[in-house]
């Protein structure tokens, strides 16, 4: 079973930055994507960014150039970093192993002066 802890979330100011972490067990974590979703209060929640296997990455029109997603496999670890904070990146921010269906419990983000 997949398992998958976030971390890195907190309270920043406007134009700050933040670097959320997605430890993964449970599977090989090499061979799949991944991804970061976030829901804002009464909101759905919504694609962030993603990485493929082979390190290609892709990225939600309102975070290109804001936000970088990474991997270290040797970590089973995924990241997410965040810079130029708006108060409307003010979600909880979830990772994902595209292939399954498990999330983890999310990472509060809060920008805000």
């Known amino acids: 079973q997949v398992q998958l802890v976030e971390s890195g979330g907190g309270l920043v100011q406007p134009g700050g930055s933040l670097k959320l972490s997605c430890v993964a067990s449970g599977t090989i974590f090499s061979r799949y994507a991944m991804a970061w979703y976030r829901q804002a209060p009464g909101k759905q929640r919504e694609w962030v960014a993603q990485?493929?296997?082979?390190?290609?990455?892709y990225y939600e029109d309102s975070v290109k150039g804001r936000f970088t997603i990474s991997r270290d496999n040797a970590k089973n670890t995924g990241y997410l970093q965040m810079n130029s904070l708006k108060p409307e990146d003010t979600a909880i921010y979830y990772c994902?192993?595209?292939?399954?269906?498990?999330w983890g419990l999310g990472t509060q983000v809060t920008v805000s002066s």
């Open positions: 994902k192993i595209l292939s399954f269906g498990s």
């Open positions: 990485i493929t296997s082979g390190f290609i990455t």
